[in-house]
């Protein structure tokens, strides 16, 4: 490749914040020499927050995997093989030279659809997923054997991905790398700044308990009178 060439650079992933946002980040650090586009599903978060981000998305169909043989496993199965057939068509109609898969159930059609493509040699893209958690999630653990590398944000990777492990750190947004300063942080969020904060988060889709907890300290008047708290319930 000619370095007058721009690559091509297929994202996959989504489903949460925690999946969508180190693509996101390492996607901006390539805007500049990349062609980016996203693979992802149209019901989850991925297909608001990637166009908001500046990049085109794709779908395609993907259901949770299974642990344990029922109907929905039945479902699960004919799903992901209309996911897996329509990331065929899709990587063949713009061959990318990079593949990152960032986590979510929708990663394995088409990081399948890619290894059986390079199989057959119609692509040659290296593939690579990113694992940011201590514990990789099910999807992530079925991927290992078939990507080239697994980025992550700890010193040692989980066993299952072996010698594949690259200890990366997690990747940061280029909007983050400058914030504004606390005052006038507090004062756009509707806070006083003088007063003590808690940010009480449950992951970008929230957490019940949590948000039971925290409404719950509220209610009782449990913590002191001069503290505030931010709290991030989640859209549901």
């Known amino acids: 490749m000619s370095v007058s060439e721009r690559l091509r650079v297929v994202f996959t992933g989504g489903g949460t ?54 109907l929905e496993s039945l479902r699960m199965l004919g799903t992901n093989l209309s996911g897996l057939a329509a990331a065929i068509r899709l990587l063949l109609a713009n061959p990318p030279d990079l593949i990152v898969a960032s986590g979510g159930y929708v990663c394995f059609p088409v990081v399948l659809a890619a290894r059986m493509l390079r199989a057959l040699g119609r692509i040659h893209a290296p593939i690579a997923v990113i694992e940011i958690n201590a514990r990789p999630g099910l999807t992530n653990r079925l991927l290992a054997p078939l990507v080239d590398e697994v980025w992550g944000a700890f010193a040692d990777g989980d066993p299952a991905f ?39 988060v449950g992951g970008s ?28 319930s989640g859209e549901r």
């Open 17 to 70: 914040g925690g999946h969508l946002y180190p693509a996101i980040a390492i996607a901006d650090a390539l805007r500049a020499r990349a062609d980016i586009r996203f693979i992802g599903t149209a019901d989850r978060l991925e297909a608001t927050i990637v166009p908001q981000a500046g990049y085109p998305i794709q779908f395609v169909a993907a259901r949770p995997l299974s642990r344990k043989p029922s």
């Open 162 to 200: 072996r010698k594949k492990y690259v200890h990366t750190g997690v990747p940061v947004r280029r909007s983050l790398h400058t914030l504004p300063q606390r005052f006038d942080a507090a004062r756009r969020l509707g806070l006083d700044p003088n007063r003590r904060t808690i940010l009480a």
């Open 205 to 232: 889709q929230g957490a019940r308990k949590l948000n039971e907890v925290i409404a719950g300290l509220l209610t009782r008047r449990a913590l002191p009178p001069d503290w505030q708290v931010l709290h991030l």
